[in-house]
């Protein structure tokens, strides 16, 4: 059984889940672009899984012909059915891991990946992760939100066919919710959030900015922990993606094209991890002094971090990232100057 326990020496809470252990090819490289038979999100696999909680399709459910699909996760972090109850045992203290892991599945093809996606297609994704989103929300127990990707084998992922998970906790992690705690002093002094501010400044600065499609921009940020970091962000606070109009995702869609196509030239193949930072699903005692004003000084991002490097020891045992490449110059590569 999954636990979330405190981590007092940090004050941070770890996800501990044993059963994760489990999970397919663990340790082992992948053999890239080999689709198999016995693959489980492979289109035509659909009983190898378990029964999809939402799929982009014009036919029955669990049968082939979806444009993307989400299903539950075998190997989950967490799962929705325990009781939201705390343990305590002297100085340790942890919460079961009540919450929501989901497996969306961008692709009906194994050889390929969302780095070789068409507008379309990435659309579907945006729109599937809404759609997925809006539904979490409705289990007011369930608080913050984790979406991200990882691609690749330094990037931590353990299946090779393209996907993307969907964590939602009871709690808010705890770098976050120091987030949340900074932007809104920040809001109250300058009426802007952060990361609204930091967008119009990139803007600004012109020289880490790398794209821009519609109301949303592509930058190298200022100060990137990895090489060719890449965040894009509505130019105008939008606190989440669910919050987006059609046009809005239609721009991002382009936005997200474009930036792998100019880290494909750079890069050719390479692992990432791709997340979004986005305002929590629901208030409780850890967020409500935040939620009055979260559209107005929140805004999502969506952050690509390509895994050139591995992580050592100095950035373990510091929490402090070394990047040996200046953001200014990845910038000036991916636009081709
Ligand atoms: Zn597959």
Same mark, same amino acid.
Request: glycine share 4%.
């Given at each position: 059984?999954?636990?979330?326990?405190?981590?007092?020496?940090?004050?941070?809470?770890?996800?501990?889940?044993?059963?994760?252990?489990?999970?397919?090819?663990?340790?082992?490289?992948?053999?890239?672009?080999?689709?198999?038979?016995?693959?489980?999100?492979?289109?035509?696999?659909?009983?190898?899984?378990?029964?999809?909680?939402?799929?982009?399709?014009?036919?029955?459910?669990?049968?082939?012909?979806?444009?993307?699909?989400?299903?539950?996760?075998?190997?989950?972090?967490?799962?929705?059915?325990?009781?939201?109850?705390?343990?305590?045992?002297?100085?340790?203290?942890?919460?079961?891991?009540?919450?929501?892991?989901?497996?969306?599945?961008?692709?009906?093809?194994?050889?390929?990946?969302?780095?070789?996606?068409?507008?379309?297609?990435?659309?579907?994704?945006?729109?599937?992760?809404?759609?997925?989103?809006?539904?979490?929300?409705?289990?007011?127990?369930?608080?913050?939100?984790?979406?991200?990707?990882?691609?690749?084998?330094?990037?931590?992922?353990?299946?090779?066919?393209?996907?993307?998970?969907?964590?939602?906790?009871?709690?808010?992690?705890?770098?976050?919710?120091?987030?949340?705690?900074?932007?809104?002093?920040?809001?109250?002094?300058?009426?802007?959030?952060?990361?609204? &501010?930091?967008? !119009?400044?990139?803007?600004?600065?012109? *020289?880490?900015? #790398?794209?821009?499609? /519609?109301? $949303?921009?592509?930058?190298?940020?200022?100060?990137?922990?990895?090489?060719?970091?890449?965040?894009?962000?509505?130019?105008?606070?939008?606190?989440?993606?669910?919050?987006?109009?059609?046009?809005?995702?239609?721009?991002?869609?382009?936005?997200?094209?474009?930036?792998?196509?100019?880290?494909?030239?750079?890069?050719?193949?390479?692992?990432?991890?791709?997340?979004?930072?986005?305002?929590?699903?629901?208030?409780?005692?850890?967020?409500?002094?935040?939620?009055?004003?979260? &559209?107005?000084? !929140?805004?999502?991002?969506?952050?690509? *971090?390509?895994? #050139?490097?591995?992580? /050592?020891? $100095?950035?373990?045992?510091?929490?402090?990232?070394?990047?040996?490449?200046?953001?200014?110059?990845?910038?000036?590569?991916?636009?081709?100057?």
């Amino acid at each position: 059984m999954s636990e979330i326990r405190l981590d007092r020496i940090h004050n941070r809470y770890v996800l501990i889940a044993p059963e994760r252990l489990h999970r397919p090819s663990l340790g082992h490289h992948f053999t890239k672009n080999r689709a198999s038979s016995t693959c489980p999100f492979c289109e035509g696999n659909e009983a190898l899984t378990p029964k999809e909680v939402f799929a982009i399709r014009d036919n029955e459910a669990n049968s082939p012909f979806w444009k993307t699909r989400v299903v539950p996760n075998l190997f989950k972090a967490v799962q929705i059915e325990l009781e939201d109850i705390s343990k305590r045992d002297g100085i340790f203290e942890s919460i079961p891991g009540v919450g929501a892991h989901e497996i969306l599945i961008d692709s009906p093809s194994h050889d390929t990946d969302i780095s070789k996606f068409d507008k379309e297609s990435i659309e579907n994704w945006l729109r599937t992760i809404i759609i997925r989103a809006d539904d979490l929300k409705n289990d007011k127990r369930l608080i913050s939100l984790c979406i991200f990707k990882n691609y690749g084998h330094n990037a931590g992922a353990t299946q090779e066919h393209p996907h993307t998970q969907l964590l939602a906790l009871p709690i808010i992690p705890r770098s976050e919710l120091v987030f949340l705690e900074r932007n809104i002093n920040y809001y109250h002094r300058h009426g802007r959030g952060i990361v609204e &501010d930091t967008v !119009y400044n990139e803007k600004m600065a012109k *020289t880490r900015v #790398i794209d821009e499609k /519609g109301s $949303f921009i592509a930058f190298c940020p200022y100060a990137s922990s990895f090489p060719f970091e890449v965040m894009i962000a509505p130019t105008k606070g939008i606190a989440s993606l669910s919050q987006c109009t059609r046009k809005n995702i239609a721009d991002l869609a382009l936005l997200i094209r474009s930036v792998f196509e100019m880290l494909n030239a750079q890069l050719g193949i390479f692992d990432y991890n791709l997340f979004f930072q986005t305002s929590p699903l629901n208030t409780n005692f850890q967020t409500e002094k935040y939620m009055h004003n979260i &559209d107005k000084s !929140y805004t999502f991002t969506l952050r690509i *971090t390509p895994r #050139i490097f591995r992580l /050592g020891g $100095f950035e373990i045992s510091t929490g402090m990232a070394i990047n040996s490449i200046v953001p200014e110059a990845c910038a000036k590569l991916l636009r081709g100057d």
